[in-house]
């Protein structure tokens, strides 16, 4: 099954990235403060979960996948009735 729809709509890529942004942002004030406690084995498994996102060389080619919940039960349902 490779009938992928994407989608170039700004207004759902301004979103995504918005989420991606705050995701980013997050698990990196949680890395230093992890650092800053001295909770060196917490903060190496989050960086380990969020490497290709906190690498600066990396990060802006890290794909993100997503899917609409709803539409992925709908496609479902069409194939298992």
């Known amino acids: 099954m490779n009938n992928f729809e994407y989608t170039d709509d ?3 890529t301004d979103r995504l990235s918005e989420q991606r942004d705050n995701i980013y ?3 990196v004030q949680r890395f230093r403060e992890l ?5 060196v084995d ?4 989050l960086a380990d ?3 290709e ?3 600066p060389n990396q990060v ?5 996948t997503f899917f609409d919940e709803d539409e992925l039960i709908q496609l479902y349902d069409e194939h298992h009735e």
């Open 42 to 45: 917490d903060a190496l498994a």
């Open 60 to 64: 802006d080619d890290e794909i993100t």
């Open 10 to 12: 700004a207004a759902t």
């Open 53 to 55: 996102w906190m690498d």
């Open 25 to 27: 942002d997050g698990v």
């Open 35 to 39: 650092m800053a406690e001295e909770k």
């Open 49 to 51: 979960e969020f490497f």
